[in-house]
């Protein structure tokens, strides 16, 4: 119950984060994709501090102490989790054909590949898709909103962030009961994934003059290639 609890209060403070910076920083910026730039940019050099002192440093002891298959297992097992939630999205966005895919991709890596450590799937045709909440939402027409920067979970929109919401709500690594066991389990996906995107650290540091711009500008792009499954419309200036 203390768990539940704890969790919801997380959710109430992601969003009530999001809302206090757009309603208290919508003047701040003449971008309108990003009306509270200053707000986000405090965030960001928070976030950009946290991982400097903390997460970076574990994520790369994790990558040099670790050997490769077994990095990559890790990532196949919360891949897999994550699969199904894939196929939900999937379905609620109308592909049936690609549902069945990662429902497909779940009970194969759960089996074959021994509880996802595998990526057995992959090897049989089954591709592999990403998709959240925020997609879904994205793909029945709701807009992107405002981007905003939220503590730790990094860049987001204000659809995408109602939509990690739901995807922290439906999570089965969030919602285990016994917390010890909960927490190092987000501890450890956290810092695989962290490993996982040491390389592109240098690609960032040499391409951007300004990295806040560059991640913004980045995410922004990947997440309407996403909407619209790598076909996206032209953007309409005026």
Known sequence: MK????????????????????????????????????????????????????IKP?????????PTPV??????????IADF???????LQGKPDQAASDLGRVLVNSTVGILGIFDVATSAGLEKHEEDFGQTFGRWGVGDGAYVVIPVFGPRTVRDTVGLVLDVAADPVSNI??????????????????A??????????????DKYAYVRDGYLQRRRSLVHDGN????QFD
């Open 177 to 194: 009961d016994y917390v010890p066991t909960r927490n190092s389990a987000l501890a450890l996906r956290l810092i695989d994934t962290r």
């Open 3 to 54: 768990t539940k609890k704890t969790a919801t209060r997380l959710k109430s403070a992601v969003l009530a984060l999001t809302l206090t910076g757009l309603l208290g920083g919508c003047a701040t910026s003449g971008n309108p994709k990003d009306p509270i730039e200053g707000f986000n940019r405090a965030i960001y050099a928070f976030n950009e501090g946290l991982d400097t002192v903390l």
């Open 58 to 66: 574990v994520a790369k002891g994790y990558d040099a102490v670790l």
């Open 85 to 91: 939630f894939i196929g939900v999205n999937n379905l």
């Open 71 to 80: 990095r990559t297992g890790v990532t196949n097992f919360f891949g897999n």
């Open 232 to 235: 996206a419309p032209r953007e």
């Open 196 to 209: 996982d995107l040491l390389p592109a650290d240098k690609v960032i540091e040499e391409a951007a003059l």
